[in-house]
Structures are given as C-alpha cells and as structure tokens.
Nanobody, 116 residues
Framework: QVQLVESGGGLVQAGGSLRLSCTAS????????IAWFRQAPGKEREFVAS????????YYADSVKGRFTISRDIAKNTVHLQMNNLTVEDAAVYYC?????????WGQGTQVTVSS
C-alpha cells in the first residue's frame, strides 16, 4: 500500500520559515518525481515545486522562487520543502504527490498558517 505522509506544517509569523516533509512508503522512491501543491480556501490547487527523479532537477512556481527549496533524501524516502520568508499568501494546505509514467499518489496534506 502506497502512503505519502506530510509533516511540518503549522503556524508561523510572516517572514518566518517552515520545513515541510513528505515521507513515502510502498513505492520505489527514486522512480518517482515528487511535487508539492497547495490549496488555499476558495482557490484551486496550485503547483509549488517539484523534484524530478530522472535527472535531479527542481522546478518552482514563480511565486515561491528564491524563497522555497525542494530537496530529496533518498535514504529516508523523504522530500523536504524548505520555505523561507513566508507571507500570508503562502497560507494553504500543502500536499505532496508522487508521479511516475504510470501512476500518481497524493498525501493527505499539512496545514500552513501564516499570521501577519
């Protein structure tokens, strides 16, 4: 059974930092691209960042470039999203997803709240 478990969300003041983690089980971790999406109340789910398993490249939404960093710890089957200089616009439920050519899996999400 495949599981993606997000952690690290919480309440932070604007300008602060959080590190989210996504730990995978039940799949061959290094055969999946791992991405983070987020969804704020009343808004559509949007792409945040991704780490491609094939070549190790990373991609970011324009809104988070220079502030967020995605990284992969293969030994721990975990992808981290380091989020710095958070703003109220970053507040959302953050979801990680594992994608391959054949299937896609989603975690349950972790809440990020940013106070002004």
């Amino acid at each position: 059974q495949v599981q993606l478990v997000e952690s690290g969300g919480g309440l932070v003041q604007a300008g602060g930092s959080l590190r989210l983690s996504c730990t995978a089980s039940g799949l061959t971790f290094n055969q999946y691209t791992i991405a983070w999406f987020r969804q704020a109340p009343g808004k559509e789910r949007e792409f945040v960042a991704s780490h491609v398993h094939k070549d190790g490249s990373s991609y970011y939404a324009d809104s988070v470039k220079g502030r967020f960093t995605i990284s992969r710890d293969i030994a721990k089957n975990t992808v981290h999203l380091q989020m710095n200089n958070l703003t109220v616009e970053d507040a959302a439920v953050y979801y990680c997803t594992a994608l391959s050519d054949y299937d896609t899996y989603w975690g349950q999400g972790t809440q990020v709240t940013v106070s002004s």
